[in-house]
């Protein structure tokens, strides 16, 4: 079976993104293997679910939906 990722430029983007505007990257991460593991890696891909929490995570503290 195979699994879907996301690459994990568009994770260090969001987080780039989010902490710019004032997140804290533990928050932004909470509920993650990546709170844990990071992104390490040219070329690593993150879980879609990793990048699903990430993205509400991102949402929730920033109120921004352009994001």
Known sequence: ???????????LI???MAESQ???RRAL???TSLADS???GI????SDRDFSTLVANALRLT???AL
Do not use: H
């Open 1 to 11: 079976m195979i699994k879907s990722s996301t690459p994990a430029q568009y994770v």
């Open 14 to 16: 969001l987080i780039d």
């Open 22 to 24: 004032g997140c804290d």
């Open 29 to 31: 991460l909470a509920g």
């Open 38 to 40: 990071g992104i390490a």
């Open 43 to 46: 070329g690593a891909r993150v």
């Open 63 to 65: 109120g921004d939906p």
